[in-house]
């Protein structure tokens, strides 16, 4: 019987575009979970890079690795901060 190799899948590798990133946080707001969502931001950073996050931030990369750990509660601030060097917008509609 042979071996069946089993690569991990990582979402980072797939964010390479506006499109594609603005897509996969709508679905994951849409879900409404907070550890999501920080994971998602945590994806998108990592495709980004974390460095280059961390110098747009002010932030340190060991700081951000903490704050998209799972069941981290950042600040809010930190979060808007992200998203802002992450050149993302929310919208909010009724």
Known sequence: MSKI???NFDIAEYLDSKEMIA???SQVLA??????LLE???????AKG???IAKETGLGRESLYKTFRKGSKPKFDTILKVINSL???L???A
């Open 40 to 46: 998602a931001l945590g994806n998108i950073a990592k």
């Open 91 to 93: 919208k909010v509609s």
């Open 23 to 25: 897509e996969y946080l």
């Open 87 to 89: 050149g993302i917008k």
């Open 31 to 36: 879900d409404g979970d907070s550890d999501e």
């Open 5 to 7: 190799e089993v690569n």
């Open 50 to 52: 974390m460095s280059q």
